[in-house]
């Protein structure tokens, strides 16, 4: 210890003098100089790239999350998990798909200034508040899986929750609602409908949308309440249902409360003539597998499955990868988030000579907004500038088939919508 | 080894201590670097140590704030339906919040001191963990204060929702208490209210509604109710359902912060667990490393000091065996010898001062030795030595001429008496010995004084002070002495007195004749006509001062005496260094040897003179000087040398004159016939004839060197003896509207040709042809001294000068007329100055276009004729020539300008031609012939008497140099003795010259230069005829 000491002591600082003598009379290009206007994150030679994931990966919901990171996976492994000569480093945290959760797990991501972006998350409602901590300190977000209206924005205008630097692959579900609305008037004809969400931006973004165009095409709301998360006793609210009157119920809710609706509806016979419609949280292999032939005759409103030849040969990929099959459709925009990330990261990223790189927070943003028919396995990617990225496409599916599973689910579309950005 | 010590015992004492030293001071240096390097490293690890517990204080007081903020919160939760919002607000809340806020503030100082303490990388706390803490602090802080606001909003008293959906159940209660159809569903759903109020389970107040959603139908339905209780009813019970919602939802907030603080303590608390594990962690290492460092550092200097005390050891024993057993040797010898043991000596082996001390210390000791062995014998015969000396003293004492010695006892009786005292007061020893001074040689009057003087000496020690004294000798005369005394004891131990009178007879009579000597040259010193200064030496020879200075020499110096004595001469007299004479003063003073000055010229702000200076040194190491004031004969020798060289510089002119007037005498019999015959045959020959241009030409030649020869003539002098008055700017602008001129300025169209020519200027007596020839010679040569560009002044101007110029330059003092030129050419060289006027002298350099070289020779004798004198002067950018001219106020009859005569054909005059030369005399006779003139030759000057004894003629033209025979002008004189007042024109190639000049004044009526024209003849002939 003494020797070595005395070396850093006494010899170091005569080795180093020379050195920076010499080194500062070779040529050098210019310092690198941040005009970032909200700072830049500067990675070392050896140094990884930092990338913040949050998803739910606990609870029902857990599935969805687990999605999301297979997603991101077969995006790293298409890199070779490196990024510009630079090893990735994750940092995964569970948000338990709450709004506490997104909040205090961003919190753990941002408190290392050497991140410079997140995937995530799984649910709109961790999203609004995760989003929000990660915009204050200047990063980036990107989802593969949020689609609440909230984040974004609502009727073409930014969303309350609309953070800058939020982006998602995922669809904007302002027009799931509509879509459900539309179908249930037009197509079927039913006056009287009822809602029920269970306070998650995500479930009370897509009633709020479905009431709006409901009572627009001359609908009538009977019934607009809410369970909390958690809750299992669903007698309650569907004697609700009951007592409103409704012709349909529409019920885009998470795992397990959607479940427990349904299940718990079946065996009232009071709703048996009672149209159920779900949300997208639902179209998961899971949710059907539970349900079996409660659930037939049941609609289901979300994004249109992907039908390109990259989400076919993706889906192989995961096949092969994790040895099972997809259970739910959602890991194809988690691939294009984490794709897109890595993307706008390599064509904003400044690389020095030795290998250091430099990354404007706020040019990575700009860069994620400036995408173009960027080619993602779920077709043709365009932000905007309230950081949607996604066609807004969705299916009307309705279970016929139960033992089809979800495949059969998803080739069973009775209406679609889509809109261009 | 043997190597090592050799090279060590050669070594000085110096060198052993200095190495010893050295090695000690090597060992001390090596005890300071280790403390050093330790003491700084354990500083470090200090500081390490200090931050770490600093930031594990901050960490234990965040903690310990955090939990107690949470707890203070939880209570709050839990006792606010006990205690009272109020009350657990102040409790509880409040103390939270700022606990809270304390936390912050030190996870803020934590933060800035781990960023600190990572630039030197020294503490191993992630800046992340600190950035996560802070966040949950504030985080909490946020949560934390929406929650007790949303409690706030559920719970407070009357404004709280639960208050007033209690306000409205009971209003209902109240109200429908009395109906039955409705009262049993009202208590249904405001049971399930109450179950949810315990529960907080949302499905259970979603019962409450469904059943509170039937109330208003049952109302309706109610007929034992008026309208007005039903609207009352039904408003109540939709604020019921309202106020429900909003319990739902803050309910359902609550939950959620609930849920928050659970995910907020799951992330903090392992994360104070790691920070405080990193810092005690850190504090043990750096522990653990001052320990460590101590215990290396004590087992270091231990080796160290170890090494150093055998190190000192060893030096010692070297030191000792090499200098202190070397100083014990010494000692031990010295103290032998002291104890008489003359034969102790020093053996030592080194080569250092020591041993060379050792050495000397044998020798000394050798040499006291032999010193101790010898010393009786010297002792006996320096004792033998002492006494021959003693009594040759004693024989000098009593033989001393002139110094006379007495030795007198305590009663004064004489007790020696010398010889010299014998001749000086008379008394012989015999006589003076046992007498009393005062009874012999003291005055009566000096006697009783002495006696005192003697008697207190004796007494008192009071010596009596040497003196000049009046004594008297054995016959009672004065004898001036100078006396001196001194008490000495005698071998018997009795004190003595002796007296050494020295006579001062004889040196009064010298002082006087001192004296005496001293006025006289006192007397020649001031009366001397020459001036003598004295001056004493100072500042080691460099600088004197005035002593003193005679009348003569403050005449000659112009200045006071008084001014002077004291004064330095470098001070009064500044240029004394400048002519040298200052180091003759040194030299004068160093060598004693005297010098004289040569004469030179004194110049200083007061005076300028010529002086001779004689430097001497007196015995007494003054310095005097003689001089003498010569500016007077210095003068006169400088006129006088200014004289001789315009003498010799005019018999220099005059010689060369002589030899060009020879040459042109010749070449004008040449060019006579040259210039004549031609005329002659032109004459002759019709206008037509063919020979008429070689003979024009040939003509034309002989009058171009005619005019060589002029020049020449007019540099042998005599030619411009016919002068008329002239105006010399007149004569100047004639020259400048000449063709020569004209031709010239076109050559020289690079110079610039300038006049100021004066208006009115006084009249000069000259020969206009020479004047113009001057100013000719002067522009050409002036024009021909600029090579490129440049210019020529033409100047006139009238001026007296003052005597002195005058004298300097032989001018008699009247007005002058001046023509200056000045060019701007390469001026003229000192070596070629003293030259140009000389005929054919630096042709290249003062070449002219006449190319015959006499351009300024003819200038110089023009002037030299016209009692002028031509002046040169140079300045860097010009040369000018001044031809100074008389000024005449008088028009002469004689100076007239000569008309213009047409009468030369004569009228059968008789004429006698005499030249040896056969053409010239054949030319004259032929021009005379054709003027009409009868014309007798002869050949010489003998004939022409010979034929003049029995013809008369009317006139004589007489050749003046004839060869051999008789010369023109005695053959006039002759001529004159046979026909007095015969008239003779005299013909010469010279110009004037004595021998003409003689013939003129014995009568002869006029003087042609050869070679002349038929016209210049014929109008000479008609001039001395009609005379």
């Given at each position: 210890m003494f020797p070595t000491k005395l070396i850093r002591i006494f010899l170091l600082p005569l080795t180093l003098i020379p050195t920076l003598f010499l080194y500062s009379c070779s040529e050098q290009p210019p310092p690198f100089t941040c005009t970032d206007s909200i700072g830049c994150v500067t990675i070392a030679p050896e140094e990884p790239l930092k990338i913040g994931v949050l998803q739910a990966l606990s609870g029902d919901v857990a599935l969805l999350g687990e999605a999301q990171l297979n997603g991101m996976q077969l995006a790293l492994d298409k890199r070779g998990s490196t990024l510009l000569g630079h090893t990735i480093s994750l940092q995964i945290e569970d948000t338990g798909c709450t709004p506490e959760g997104?909040?205090?797990?961003?919190?753990?991501?941002?408190?290392?200034?050497?991140?410079?972006?997140?995937?995530?998350?799984?649910?709109?409602?961790?999203?609004?508040?995760?989003?929000?901590?990660?915009?204050?300190?200047?990063?980036?977000?990107?989802?593969?899986?949020?689609?609440?209206?909230?984040?974004?924005?609502?009727?073409?205008?930014?969303?309350?929750?609309?953070?800058?630097?939020?982006?998602?692959?995922?669809?904007?579900?302002?027009?799931?609602?509509?879509?459900?609305?539309?179908?249930?008037?037009?197509?079927?004809?039913?006056?009287?409908?009822?809602?029920?969400?269970?306070?998650?931006?995500?479930?009370?973004?897509?009633?709020?949308?479905?009431?709006?165009?409901?009572?627009?095409?001359?609908?009538?709301?009977?019934?607009?309440?809410?369970?909390?998360?958690?809750?299992?006793?669903?007698?309650?609210?569907?004697?609700?249902?009951?007592?409103?009157?409704?012709?349909?119920?529409?019920?885009?809710?998470?795992?397990?409360?959607?479940?427990?609706?349904?299940?718990?509806?079946?065996?009232?016979?009071?709703?048996?003539?009672?149209?159920?419609?779900?949300?997208?949280?639902?179209?998961?292999?899971?949710?059907?597998?539970?349900?079996?032939?409660?659930?037939?005759?049941?609609?289901?409103?979300?994004?249109?499955s992907p039908k390109t030849a990259e989400a076919a040969q993706l889906a192989n990929s995961y096949e092969t990868t994790f040895n099972e099959q997809p259970t739910v459709d959602y890991y194809l925009s988690g691939y294009d988030a984490v794709d897109l990330l890595f993307y706008a990261i390599e064509q904003t990223m400044v690389r020095e000579e030795d290998g250091t790189l430099h990354l404007g927070r706020q040019a990575l943003r700009d860069t994620l907004y400036s995408i173009t028919d960027f080619k993602g396995v779920t077709g043709m990617i365009n932000c905007n500038q309230f950081g949607d990225c996604a066609l807004s496409a969705f299916d009307i599916l309705r279970l016929d088939q139960p033992t089809s599973g979800l495949k059969g689910l998803q080739s069973n579309v009775v209406f679609s919508y889509v809109l261009e950005n | 080894m043997n190597i090592f010590k050799q090279k060590w015992n050669k070594l000085g004492i110096t060198g052993k201590f200095s190495l010893a030293f050295a090695l000690m001071l090597v060992f001390m240096l090596l005890i300071s670097v280790t403390s050093y390097c330790s003491f700084l490293y354990i500083g470090n690890a200090r500081q390490i140590i200090w931050k770490s517990s600093t930031i594990g204080q901050l960490v234990l007081e965040m903690d310990r704030g955090l939990e107690k903020a949470r707890r203070l919160h939880g209570s709050f939760f839990i006792q606010y339906e006990q205690i009272g919002l109020q009350a657990a607000h102040e409790t509880y809340a409040q103390p939270s919040v700022r606990e809270i806020a304390k936390v912050i503030s030190l996870s803020r100082e934590l933060k800035k001191l781990i960023s600190s303490s990572n630039s030197d990388n020294r503490v191993k706390i992630n800046p992340t963990d600190i950035n996560l803490y802070l966040s949950s602090a504030e985080r909490f802080a946020e949560t934390s204060i929406e929650a007790v606001e949303l409690i706030s909003l559920r719970a407070a008293p009357k404004r709280g929702v639960e208050a007033k959906l209690q306000t409205v159940f009971l209003t209902l209660e109240r109200t429908l208490q009395p109906l039955p159809e409705i009262w049993p569903t009202f208590m249904q759903g405001y049971s399930l209210y109450k179950d949810y109020l315990a529960n907080r389970q949302r499905f259970i107040m979603q019962s409450t509604l469904n059943i509170f959603d039937k109330l208003p139908s049952l109302v309706t339905t109610t007929t034992s109710i008026g309208d007005e209780s039903k609207t009352s009813i039904t408003t109540l019970l939709a604020t019921s359902r309202k106020l429900t919602e909003e319990l739902l939802a803050i309910d359902l907030a609550i939950k959620s912060k609930l849920r928050d603080f659970s995910l907020q303590e799951q992330t903090v608390s392992p994360l104070s667990k790691k920070l405080h594990q990193i810092t005690q962690k850190e504090i043990k290492q750096a522990r653990d490393q001052v320990g460590h460092i101590y215990r290396l550092t004590i087992a270091i200097m231990l080796f160290i000091t170890f090494l150093a005390a055998c190190a000192v050891l060893f030096i010692a024993w070297v030191m000792h065996n090499s200098v202190t057993k070397n100083v014990i040797k010494l000692t031990n010898a010295a103290e032998a010898f002291n104890e008489d043991n003359l034969n102790a000596r020093v053996h030592s082996c080194s080569q250092d001062e020591l041993g060379q001390l050792g050495i000397i210390f044998n020798k000394m000791a050798e040499r006291l030795k032999d010193l101790v062995e010898n010393l009786e014998k010297k002792v006996t015969k320096r004792t033998a030595e002492l006494s021959a000396s003693e009594q040759r003293f004693r024989l000098l004492v009593n033989n001393l001429p002139k110094i006379a010695v007495q030795g007198y006892d305590i009663e004064r009786k004489v007790i020696y008496w010398n010889r010299a005292s014998e001749t000086l007061y008379g008394f012989s020893t015999s006589e003076a010995m046992g007498k009393r001074v005062e009874e012999i040689i003291i005055p009566a009057p000096m006697r009783e004084t002495l006696i005192t003087e003697i008697q207190n000496w004796f007494d008192n020690d009071i010596a009596i002070p040497a003196s000049e004294m009046i004594l008297q000798d054995k016959d009672g005369g004065e004898v001036p002495v100078y006396t001196s005394h001194v008490m000495l004891t005698d071998i018997h131990g009795e004190r003595v007195i002796y007296t050494v009178d020295i006579g001062l007879t004889e040196l009064k009579l010298?002082?006087?004749?001192?004296?005496?000597?001293?006025?006289?040259?006192?007397?020649?010193?001031?009366?001397?006509?020459?001036?003598?200064?004295?001056?004493?030496?100072?500042?080691?020879?460099?600088?004197?001062?005035?002593?003193?200075?005679?009348?003569?020499?403050?005449?000659?110096?112009?200045?006071?005496?008084?001014d002077l004595l004291g004064k330095s001469v470098i001070e009064s007299f500044p240029s004394i260094e400048k002519i040298g004479l200052l180091d003759v003063y040194r030299q004068v003073w160093q060598t004693g040897v005297a010098q004289h000055h040569p004469a030179s010229f004194y110049q200083d702000d007061r005076q300028q003179a010529w002086r001779e200076y004689r430097v001497y040194k007196l015995p007494s190491g003054e310095i005097v000087v003689l001089y003498d004031d010569i500016t007077n004969q210095k003068q006169a020798e400088i006129e006088k040398n200014s004289l001789e060289q315009r003498l010799l510089r005019a018999q220099k002119m005059e010689a060369i004159g002589l030899l060009a007037g020879g040459v042109a005498h010749d070449l004008n019999n040449i060019l006579s016939g040259v210039v004549g015959y031609p005329e002659l045959l032109l004459a002759e020959l019709p206008?037509?004839?063919?020979?008429?241009?070689?003979?024009?030409?040939?003509?034309?030649?002989?009058?171009?060197?005619?005019?060589?020869?002029?020049?020449?003539?007019?540099?042998?002098?005599?030619?411009?003896?016919?002068?008329?008055?002239?105006?010399?700017?007149?004569?100047?602008?004639?020259?400048?509207?000449?063709?020569?001129?004209?031709?010239?300025?076109?050559?020289?169209?690079?110079?610039?040709?300038?006049?100021?020519?004066?208006?009115?200027?006084?009249?000069?007596?000259?020969?206009?042809?020479?004047?113009?020839?001057?100013?000719?010679?002067?522009?050409?040569?002036?024009?021909?001294?600029?090579?490129?560009?440049?210019?020529?002044?033409?100047?006139?101007?009238?001026?007296?000068?003052?005597?002195?110029?005058?004298?300097?330059?032989?001018?008699?003092?009247?007005?002058?007329?001046?023509?200056?030129?000045?060019?701007?050419?390469?001026?003229?060289?000192?070596?070629?100055?003293?030259?140009?006027?000389?005929?054919?002298?630096?042709?290249?350099?003062?070449?002219?276009?006449?190319?015959?070289?006499?351009?300024?020779?003819?200038?110089?004798?023009?002037?030299?004729?016209?009692?002028?004198?031509?002046?040169?002067?140079?300045?860097?950018?010009?040369?000018?020539?001044?031809?100074?001219?008389?000024?005449?106020?008088?028009?002469?009859?004689?100076?007239?300008?000569?008309?213009?005569?047409?009468?030369?054909?004569?009228?059968?005059?008789?004429i006698l031609v005499v030249d040896d030369e056969p053409q010239l005399r054949d030319l004259a006779k032929s021009m005379l012939t054709l003027l009409g003139y009868n014309v007798t030759c002869q050949d010489s000057g003998e004939n022409a008497l010979a034929y003049l004894q029995s013809q008369q003629v009317d006139l004589v033209l007489l050749d003046m140099l004839m060869e051999p025979g008789i010369n023109g002008r005695e053959t006039y004189e002759r001529m004159l003795e046979i026909h007095p007042g015969q008239k003779a024109i005299i013909a010469s190639g010279l110009s004037e010259s004595d021998d003409v000049k003689a013939a003129q004044t014995m009568g002869a009526g006029g003087f042609i230069q050869k070679p002349y024209s038929i016209k210049q003849l014929g109008k000479s002939v008609k001039k001395v005829l009609r005379n």
């Open positions: 997104g909040a205090n797990t961003a919190l753990k991501l941002i408190a290392d200034p050497q991140t410079i972006a997140i995937f995530g998350s799984t649910c709109s409602g961790a999203a609004a508040t995760a989003s929000q901590t990660m915009s204050a300190a200047g990063l980036t977000m990107i989802s593969g899986n949020n689609s609440a209206p909230f984040l974004t924005s609502i009727a073409g205008k930014a969303a309350p929750n609309w953070q800058s630097g939020y982006f998602r692959t995922a669809s904007n579900e302002e027009n799931a609602g509509k879509v459900a609305a539309e179908y249930v008037f037009k197509q079927l004809g039913l006056q009287k409908a009822a809602t029920i969400h269970d306070n998650d931006i995500y479930t009370r973004g897509l009633t709020d949308s479905f009431q709006k165009a409901y009572t627009n095409l001359g609908g009538q709301i009977v019934l607009d309440t809410a369970i909390n998360k958690g809750e299992t006793e669903m007698a309650p609210v569907l004697a609700a249902v009951v007592n409103s009157g409704a012709e349909l119920l529409f019920f885009p809710l998470f795992q397990p409360e959607g479940n427990h609706i349904l299940l718990q509806a079946r065996t009232q016979q009071a709703l048996k003539d009672i149209l159920f419609i779900g949300g997208g949280a639902l179209i998961q292999k899971s949710f059907l597998d539970e349900t079996g032939e409660l659930a037939k005759g049941m609609f289901f409103v979300g994004p249109s | 010298a002082q006087e004749e001192g004296r005496k000597n001293q006025l006289f040259y006192r007397q020649l010193f001031s009366h001397s006509s020459s001036g003598v200064a004295v001056f004493e030496t100072v500042a080691d020879g460099r600088d004197f001062i005035f002593k003193d200075i005679n009348k003569a020499g403050e005449a000659i110096s112009k200045v006071k005496r008084d206008k037509d004839s063919a020979l008429r241009p070689p003979l024009e030409a040939t003509k034309e030649a002989g009058e171009r060197a005619t005019a060589v020869v002029a020049d020449l003539l007019t540099v042998a002098r005599g030619i411009a003896n016919t002068k008329e008055p002239g105006d010399l700017s007149t004569l100047t602008r004639e020259y400048l509207n000449s063709p020569e001129f004209i031709k010239l300025q076109s050559q020289k169209s690079q110079i610039h040709f300038r006049e100021h020519l004066a208006s009115t200027l006084p009249l000069i007596s000259c020969s206009p042809v020479h004047v113009k020839k001057c100013i000719m010679n002067l522009v050409q040569n002036g024009s021909e001294a600029i090579e490129k560009e440049g210019s020529v002044t033409l100047t006139t101007t009238t001026r007296i000068p003052d005597a002195k110029w005058l004298q300097k330059h032989g001018l008699p003092p009247k007005e002058y007329v001046i023509l200056s030129v000045s060019d701007t050419g390469m001026g003229i060289q000192d070596k070629d100055l003293e030259h140009i006027f000389e005929p054919f002298y630096t042709k290249k350099v003062m070449g002219n276009l006449s190319g015959t070289g006499l351009g300024l020779s003819i200038v110089w004798n023009t002037m030299q004729d016209h009692q002028g004198a031509v002046i040169v002067s140079r300045t860097e950018s010009a040369t000018t020539f001044e031809l100074y001219f008389p000024a005449t106020r008088e028009i002469t009859a004689a100076n007239k300008p000569i008309g213009h005569h047409t009468e030369e054909q004569g009228n059968g005059e008789k």
